[in-house]
């Protein structure tokens, strides 16, 4: 498929049928970025994320409307889904507007801008993402260098421990640190810069420990017992921390 073309000018090469059978609209995650069951889509080296194809692709992932759920709605054949969920299908806002049908959602829906924290969100990600060990690692850089311990930053994740220690192992699809725990982290330090510290310097080939003394204050030993009773006990008291 051209980078020019539109869904309706390749309609019968990727073989779209009749109507589907209309799914209740579903509109979690509105006004902020939901956990979402799959990851983001990463967007190409070039790709702009304010662009109508990854504006729907991302929506498409905020609303669950991905694998066999879009797979469901007969759209399009397997492979222009994919490509239509990763943002590189040239898609017009009347292909939009058809799609949300199929899959019984406003178009609005799928064609709203991102709001700011949506935004902020993903862009995290894609960052976050290509560059998965060393944000981690500077992440740990910085709570260690504020005095709180793994346990104690899962706590604040609410991660289990056994899983922030396994999003350290060398492996391709590891766990990617996300924006909502890297905001709870970098707030309970205190890091003025917030969740953006722990992408500071990511591909440059610099240790993750570069500069972190400029951006993290040590905390007192007051406030990391304030932070321990704050999330340690009260995780083992209702059950959190089990992500």
Known sequence: MHASGTI???????????????HQIHTR???????????????????????LSARVAYHLHRTGFVGARLSASSFLSRPHLQALTQGRLPISAKDVARL????G????QLLRPLDAYEAEAWGFYRTSARHRLYVWQRARACWQRAGINTRLAAGIMELRQQNLSQAFDDRPRGRVLAHEPALKVSSALNIATGPR??????????????????VVTPLSNEQVNVLKAQYLQAHSRHGS???
Request: proline share 12%; glycine share 8%; aromatic share 4%.
């Open 105 to 108: 959602l406003p178009a609005r």
């Open 8 to 22: 309706k000018d390749n309609a019968k090469s990727v073989g779209i049928v009749g109507e589907a059978s209309e």
């Open 29 to 51: 995650g509105a006004k902020k970025a939901p956990r979402l069951p799959r990851p983001w889509p990463l967007l190409e080296d070039d790709q702009d994320p304010n662009g």
């Open 241 to 243: 921390a089990r992500r």
């Open 197 to 214: 510290v722990f992408l500071m310097f990511a591909g440059e080939m610099l240790p993750p420990e570069h500069k972190v003394e400029d």
């Open 100 to 103: 949300a049908k199929r899959l």
